[in-house]
């Protein structure tokens, strides 16, 4: 193949030729210098080989021929033609000259433009789900092994469906304008995602097990252990003969999943309008077993979330008859969940987008 080295040869060569071609024909005419010519790129230099001998302005033969009316009459003809010829001779030399170069810079294209198959390839990183979603996702599989439908339920909702229905008085501090964003009178964005229980016992006649994961907000200042806008799950188990026993049965069972060790649980009574009984749900610490740690703040105690048997009100208000079904509910938070597993204290990461966090899951 040809090389660029040989093609400025070949180049710097022709023009020499034709130099001495030109000095031994036109012996009275001297030739302005040109040097340098092996410094250039044969593109270059075989422009500046053409533009010495043929530029419109100042190429050689252009002002030679020019020339021409100075001298006089009877020299005119034969010093034309023997110009012309030569002009001719030129140009056959760099047209011959042009072919290779377009061959030589053909071949460089396809040099530059080879796939190298040797190279390692660029890499795709891959995404993943965000840690939130990935901790759902466990939750689900847990509850869906255990026979749970997962429902999905509005962020935005009505009064009705937020708070009456849930046996929330209007009084309750919950329905509060400093705890909940309202849209207008009537609707609000959800503070809790047992509205879910309302509208699953309404879509389907019992007996009826969901889990329902969403996001919930409340009017709180962000810091490390609140956000406006977090992650819980609900549960609902509604069945003739439902019992705290069941409750306690099934979130041992969860838990014990979820950390992959057996997990003790412990009820303290608790008022949530919608379940009576109602309960602050506990369970021990399974990093240290009880003993206190940093995670458990040293009580060796875990704060799960809210639980309770549904209450009367609540199944009547879905025309569900309570004399007949019970049922139990619960909720929490999956932001603080996944906090305990991943040991993560600050859950305003989860929101920031921020890939170095996120990258860690
Ligand atoms: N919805 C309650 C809360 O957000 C938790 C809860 C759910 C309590 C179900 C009892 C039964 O605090």
Redesign the pocket.
């Known amino acids: 193949m040809l090389d660029a080295s040989t093609l400025q040869t070949a180049i710097a060569n022709a023009h020499q030729q034709l130099v001495r071609a030109f000095c031994e024909r036109f012996p009275e005419w001297t030739l302005p210098a040109f040097d340098g010519l092996m410094a250039l790129p044969p593109r270059r230099q075989w422009q500046a080989v053409n533009d010495y001998w043929l530029a419109r302005k100042h190429g050689v033969l252009t002002l030679k021929l020019k020339e021409l009316g100075t001298l006089p009459a009877d020299q005119r003809p034969s010093r034309g033609a023997a110009l012309n010829r030569f002009k001719a001779e030129v140009e056959a030399v760099l047209s011959q000259l042009e072919a290779q170069l377009r061959a030589f810079e053909e071949a460089e294209t396809i040099r530059r433009e080879a796939v190298d198959v040797t190279l390692p390839g660029l890499v795709r990183r891959r995404g993943r789900a965000h840690p939130l979603t990935q901790i759902r996702e466990r939750i689900e599989d847990i509850f869906v092994a255990m026979g749970y439908a997962v429902e999905d339920g509005p962020e935005v909702d009505t009064v009705f469906y937020n708070f009456d229905a849930l046996n929330i008085p209007p009084n309750h501090p919950a329905r509060d304008l400093t705890d909940t964003f309202y849209i207008d009178d009537e609707l609000a964005l959800r503070s ?3 509205n879910v229980q309302i509208h699953a016992m309404q879509r389907r006649k019992p007996p009826l097990r969901i889990i329902a994961p969403g996001r919930v907000f409340r009017r709180d200042e962000p810091d490390a252990t609140h956000n406006p806008m977090f992650f ?1 799950v ?1 549960g609902l188990n509604v069945a003739p003969g439902i019992s705290m026993a069941d409750l306690k049965g099934t979130l041992q069972v969860f838990l014990t999943k979820l950390f992959e060790r057996p997990v003790t649980l412990r009820f303290r009574p608790s008022y ?1 309008p ?2 009576e009984p ?1 309960a602050e749900t506990d369970f021990q610490c399974p990093f240290c077993e009880g003993a206190g740690c940093r995670i458990c703040k040293h009580t060796g105690w875990i704060e799960l ?4 048997m549904v209450h009367p009100n609540v199944l009547r208000a879905c025309g569900i008859d309570p004399t007949e079904f019970s049922g139990f ?3 929490f938070g999956i932001d603080r969940m996944a906090a305990l597993l991943y040991g993560i204290d600050d859950i305003r990461l989860y929101y920031e987008n921020d890939l170095r966090f996120l990258s860690q899951f």
Request: glycine share 32%; no cysteine; proline share 0%.
């Open positions: 809790q995602t047992s819980q609900e949530f919608f379940v109602g979330g809210g639980s309770g509910a619960f909720g």
